[in-house]
């Protein structure tokens, strides 16, 4: 952004601006995710679609193992989760390595898999992800580091 010529001061910012060739933009913000107007008027919103993602497939039972470290100085917020299970003895649970605050929880008698969307939880900083589980369980884990 070379220059911003109007801002909003309401709920949600909103600018114009010239890029480095001199066209006039449209940059609209809440202070984490940006949206643009492109030159044919659509807005483009970067939603709550992760950045990043990660799956795996534990054969074996997990007691608070850690599973996602974020980059050094970084929070994980977790956008969305999913899990599955062929066992129905041990619950499935997501949760912040240091505070312990459950962010996803799978009652396995209940229920072998769920996905939980949209759930915005946002840990500390370095604060890793732990996993406790039955046998046979996959997780997937969808997020952005802030």
């Known amino acids: 952004m070379s220059e911003i ?12 601006y010239t890029d480095a060739t001199g ?4 940059l609209i913000s809440d202070g984490t995710d940006t949206a643009t107007v492109t030159d044919d ?13 990660f799956t795996d497939d ?8 850690v599973i996602l470290t974020p980059t050094a100085g970084k929070k994980i917020r977790i956008i969305t ?7 129905v ?3 499935i649970t997501l949760a912040f390595g240091t505070s312990g605050n459950i962010f996803f ?7 072998a898999a769920q996905t939980g969307n949209e759930i915005c939880a946002v840990g500390a900083v370095d604060e890793t992800i732990k996993l406790t589980c039955g046998t046979k369980t996959f997780v997937s884990i969808g997020y952005d580091e802030v």
Do not use: E
Not at 42 to 52: A, I, N, Q, S
Not at 58 to 65: D, F, N, P
Not at 105 to 111: C, D, F, G, I
């Open 5 to 16: 010529i109007a801002r909003s001061d309401g709920d949600v910012p909103r600018f114009l």
């Open 23 to 26: 066209r006039l933009n449209t």
């Open 41 to 53: 008027g659509w807005l483009d919103v970067k939603t709550h679609t992760p950045d990043k993602c």
């Open 58 to 65: 534990y054969a074996l039972a997990q007691t608070g193992a």
């Open 81 to 87: 989760a999913y899990v599955s299970s062929n066992t």
């Open 89 to 91: 003895n041990v619950d």
């Open 105 to 111: 929880k799978l009652y396995t008698a209940q229920k």
